[in-house]
């Protein structure tokens, strides 16, 4: 059991340091974009406003990667399964209202394989014995959800009423 986590382990750094990176891809993908104009990147933001709400969202995915050491080093220390269950499942509930394919995937490969190793079910992790016990375990995942969320009605709010 101990080599499965070491591996599960070592997938979570991985995926914690392209969390990290996303800001930097994001900025290189802006200036690749931004290469054919001479438009600067404080003018092409204030022109398109969808890239500066997936700025902000790339921006998000650090404090992502901070809720996933955070759950990588409860599952070193043998959390609860319905913690770390808990923390991927919120993590990935806010992948997917950014719509974020990549890291969808990776959060679905990460749950699959925590299940491997725990052998119980998923739905454990909305058993919590309190509310209290439910927010002091998941309060990184639940910060960088509702960040997310802010993000998502902010898009919403752009796409559909500007």
């Known amino acids: 059991m101990q080599k499965k986590l070491d591996k599960l382990s070592k997938i979570m750094i991985y995926a914690i340091v392209f969390c990290c990176a996303s800001p930097f891809l994001y900025l290189a993908f802006v200036q690749f974009t931004m290469l054919p104009s001479d438009v600067d990147i404080?003018?092409?933001?204030?022109?398109?406003?969808?890239?500066?709400?997936?700025?902000?969202?790339?921006?998000?995915?650090?404090?992502?990667?901070?809720a996933l050491n955070h759950t990588r080093k409860r599952l070193l220390e043998y959390a609860p399964a319905d913690e770390i269950y808990r923390n991927?499942?919120?993590?990935?509930?806010?992948?997917?209202?950014?719509?974020n394919m990549l890291y969808i995937c990776?959060?679905?490969?990460?749950?699959?394989?925590?299940?491997?190793?725990?052998?119980?079910?998923?739905?454990i992790a909305w058993r919590a014995g309190s509310i209290k016990k439910f927010c002091t375990t998941a309060a990184p995942s639940l910060t960088v959800l509702v960040l997310?969320?802010?993000?998502?009605?902010?898009?919403?709010?752009?796409?559909?009423f500007v």
């Open 42 to 66: 404080m003018t092409y933001m204030e022109q398109d406003p969808t890239a500066l709400i997936n700025m902000l969202a790339a921006f998000i995915n650090p404090f992502a990667a901070l």
């Open 88 to 99: 991927i499942s919120l993590l990935l509930i806010g992948e997917l209202c950014m719509r």
């Open 106 to 123: 990776v959060m679905i490969y990460l749950l699959y394989k925590a299940r491997v190793i725990y052998k119980e079910k998923y739905r």
């Open 148 to 160: 997310y969320l802010l993000v998502g009605v902010l898009m919403i709010r752009v796409t559909f």
